[in-house]
Structures are given as C-alpha cells and as structure tokens.
Nanobody
C-alpha cells in the first residue's frame, strides 16, 4: 500500500515562508501527477498546485501564483511546496495528493488516488 508522508507545516507571521515536503513510499512513474490541496475550516478542499512527474510542467491556482513554487525530486520520490509571502488566507490544512492517471494541468479531487495525512499551516500575527 502506497503512503504519502508530509512534513514542514507550522505557524508563521504574514509575509513569512514555509517549505512543505511529501515523500512517497513507493516508486513513482511517468504517468503520475503529484500536487497539493488545502482545506480551511468551513471550506471545501481547494486545489493549490500540481506537477507532472515526467516533464516537470506545473499548474497553480491563481491565488498562489508568484508566491508558491512546486518542485520534485524524482530520485527521492518527493514533491515540495515552497510558500513565500504567506497571507492569513493561506491558513489551512495542506494535503499532498497523487493521481495515477493525470499527467498535466490542475488536479481534481475526484481523480486523486492517494492522500497525505495533512499538515497544518497557520499564518497569523
């Protein structure tokens, strides 16, 4: 059974930075896509960013463009989310996600095959 293990969440002030990591327990393949969703209290789970495992092509929700960067290390089966210039509205539980059949573009929750356990990101003064 494949597992996604997240780390890197925390409490930061507005304007601060955090780097999230997500490591897969098994080898990933070219047809896979890795990404991040977030869910704030009382809100639906929202797509944040995704990366094609083979090509490295990325996709972001408009609200994080220019502030967040998704990247991958294929040899380590690990995806990262560098979050800069954090805002209070970024506060949420962030979930790593793996889609086995998606290679490009934004990820849909219905297409996610595996989820990470979630890591809390809190941005507050």
């Amino acid at each position: 059974q494949l597992h996604l293990v997240e780390s890197g969440g925390g409490f930061v002030q507005p304007g601060g930075s955090l780097r999230l990591s997500c490591a897969a327990s098994e080898q990933l393949f070219s047809s896979d896509a890795l990404g991040w969703f977030r869910q704030a209290p009382g809100r639906e789970r929202e797509f944040v960013a995704a990366i094609n495992w083979s090509t490295g092509v990325t996709s972001y929700v408009d609200s994080v463009k220019g502030r967040f960067t998704i990247s991958r290390d294929n040899a380590k089966n690990t995806v990262y989310l560098q979050m800069n210039s954090l805002k209070p509205e970024d506060t949420a539980v962030y979930y790593c996600a793996l889609s086995l059949l998606m290679t490009t573009g934004p990820m849909s929750p219905s297409g996610v095959n595996y989820w990470g356990q979630g890591t809390q990101v809190t941005v507050s003064s």
